[in-house]
């Protein structure tokens, strides 16, 4: 079973709309959670992070985390075509020193 | 401030050679990680370090070793290469993890084809 999940996508969405980004992870112990973003050709790059259950609201992004279900999902408000990348869940396991990335979701956002 | 520093940014080996990686940080974090990245895909993880003299493996750690002589640098040595190992590694640091952690700083990544 793969550490990290996301939907495979790509997803495509119209400038101003909400962009759901979806993850599972399969350690029940993890303890933090990260959306990265990476632009092609680039390295990733830090957006949201989040420790807790519930909502993390930060300007147009919204992080929320179930762990319970093994849930972290990612919501983009007002979608730019600037915020067209590939996004990356990633999540720390109960080995601290290890970070686990999902494979990552395609977003396109059309004007 | 340099950050996260990897040479070379582009490489072509020829099927068995070796070659290493670089990657240095100036920001004297503990954890250093390298990963690998396929295209269309997300980051692998390869090996990774808690601190100075100490390494553990990650998901694909095998063709490649590690060291971790120093705070600062931390190399990633492939040894006979082979073209499943054409990708982009990253390499990346934090300074903490665990419960209030801090950012991880990701190199410009380095591009190596093997052929």
């Known amino acids: 079973q793969k550490e990290v999940e996301q939907n495979s996508g790509p997803l495509s969405v119209p400038e101003g709309a909400i962009a759901s980004l979806n993850c599972t992870y399969s350690?029940?112990?993890?303890?933090?959670f990260f959306w990265y973003r990476q632009y092609s050709g680039k390295s990733p790059e830090l957006i949201m992070s989040?420790?807790?259950?519930g909502d993390k609201e930060d300007g147009r992004f919204t992080a929320q985390l179930n762990k319970a279900s093994q849930y972290v999902s990612l919501l983009i408000r007002d979608s730019q075509p600037s915020d067209s990348a590939t996004y990356l869940c990633?999540?720390?396991?109960?080995?601290?020193?290890?970070?686990?990335f999902g494979r990552g979701t395609q977003l396109t956002v059309w004007p | 401030n340099a950050g996260v520093t990897q040479t070379p940014k582009f490489r072509i080996l020829k099927i068995g050679q070796s070659m290493t990686l670089q990657c240095a940080q100036d920001?004297?974090?503990?954890?250093m990680y390298w990963y690998r990245q396929d295209p269309g895909m997300g980051l692998k993880l390869i090996y990774y370090?808690?601190?100075?003299?100490?390494?553990d493996k990650g998901e694909v750690p095998n063709g490649y070793n590690v060291s971790r002589s120093t705070t600062e640098d931390f190399p990633l040595r492939l040894e006979l290469a082979a073209p499943s190992q054409t990708s982009v590694y990253f390499c990346?640091?934090?300074?903490?993890?665990?419960?209030?952690?801090?950012?991880?700083?990701f190199g410009e990544g380095s591009w190596l084809t093997v052929v």
């Open positions: 990346a640091s934090t300074s903490r993890v665990g419960q209030g952690e801090n950012t991880i700083y």
């Open positions: 350690d029940r112990v993890s303890q933090s």
């Open positions: 989040i420790y807790s259950n």
């Open positions: 990633a999540v720390r396991g109960s080995t601290l020193g290890r970070l686990y």
């Open positions: 920001m004297n974090h503990n954890y």
């Open positions: 370090s808690v601190g100075a003299g100490i390494t």
